[in-house]
């Protein structure tokens, strides 16, 4: 029913025949493509939230270099403000320097989105950082207790390395990269949790 419905408007709008599977698709974009924007405690970064999630690992474009490959993060980066795009679950977090408003980006920046929704199902692929067992409870741990709460201020966390005397080392993405209190309070956090669940030998630094 909602096909013909569909295909009727198609011919009503247009006055000529539009193949039905290509009204199928734009309608079920529409349907996924509400974006909300929320602030993070770094003025420099929005968070553009999808209604579903959309990313099953996370990924980190800190310059146009790092971005090649990726379409999406490439036409982003085509505007000249924008200084890193993070990609995590059901969100997108883009940071800007500081010579341009968000009320003159934003729409900007939604817009790429859209026309480029299409890009973003090639990350939607699950990748495992390491088989090494102290790693991988270090992760679910992680995972827990620390991600999520940054993942609502459009951030994530990023393990660089565990060596076998276990010093961690985590590197802070999206909003959370350029915001000091996330390195100072959530780095106390992780080094308690850590220590509590993991091993009270381990240290934990930011790179």
Not at 178 to 194: D, K, M, N, V, W
């Amino acid at each position: 029913m909602i096909k013909y419905f569909l295909f009727k408007i198609a011919k009503i709008k247009s006055g000529c025949i539009i193949y039905l599977s290509k009204i199928e698709k734009l309608f079920f974009k529409w349907l996924i493509m509400n974006i909300d924007i929320e602030f993070t405690p770094n003025p420099n970064a929005r968070k553009f939230v999808f209604d579903n999630n959309l990313f099953s690992s996370s990924k980190q474009f800190d310059n146009v270099e790092q971005a090649k490959g990726d379409v999406l993060a490439e036409k982003l980066f085509e505007i000249p403000e924008i200084t890193s795009v993070f990609y995590l679950s059901n969100f997108l977090t883009v940071t800007k320097n500081g010579t341009i408003r968000w009320e003159d980006l934003e729409e900007n920046i939604k817009s790429t989105i859209e026309e480029n929704f299409e890009k973003i199902k090639e990350f939607n692929k699950k990748t495992t950082s390491s088989s090494n067992e102290n790693l991988k409870k270090v992760e679910d741990i992680l995972d827990e207790y620390i991600r999520p709460g940054l993942a609502m201020d459009g951030g994530g966390l990023e393990i660089v390395e565990l060596t076998d005397d276990l010093i961690l080392s985590v590197k802070y993405h999206g909003a959370c990269g350029g915001c000091p209190s996330s390195t100072y309070a959530t780095l106390q956090g992780i080094t308690f949790l850590l220590k509590e669940y993991f091993d009270e030998k381990i240290e934990v630094i930011a790179v």
